[in-house]
Every structure is written in C-alpha cells, then in structure tokens.
C-alpha cells in the first residue's frame, strides 16, 4: 500500500466537482445548526449530552 499525497485542497477540488449547490447548502446548514445548539443550548441535561458527543466525534473542548 503506496501512501497518497492527499492535502485540504485536493480535498476541496474533489468536494467542488462532485456535489451540488443544493447538497453544500444542505451541509452547512447542518453544520450552522449544530453549532447553534452545541454554543447556545445550556439546558443541563442537553448540555452533557452534547458535550459527550463533542468528546465522542474527537472534539477537545476543555
């Protein structure tokens, strides 16, 4: 197994040629809703909720 030169940039050029306009909105709105709710929502419960999946996607946050 030969390692790959795979940089952010190929990354991006391969995500720019493969997906559509309506697939990045739906991406980022994902990812503006989540961060909406892992900033804002301080609900205890939900809170520690979130913050274990933090943990568990591989975020450090303390």
């Known amino acids: 197994m030969q390692p790959t030169d795979d940089s952010v940039?190929?990354?991006f050029e391969r995500?720019?040629?493969s997906l559509s306009?309506?697939?990045v909105a739906v991406g980022?709105?994902?990812v503006?809703?989540?961060g909406f709710a892992l900033l804002f929502v301080q609900e205890p419960m939900?809170?520690?909720s979130l913050h274990n999946f933090?943990?568990?996607a591989g975020i450090t946050c303390h």
């Open 54 to 56: 933090r943990h568990s």
């Open 28 to 30: 980022v709105a994902l």
């Open 21 to 23: 306009g309506t697939q």
């Open 46 to 48: 939900l809170h520690d």
């Open 32 to 34: 503006a809703a989540l």
């Open 15 to 17: 995500a720019r040629a």
């Open 9 to 11: 940039y190929d990354r």
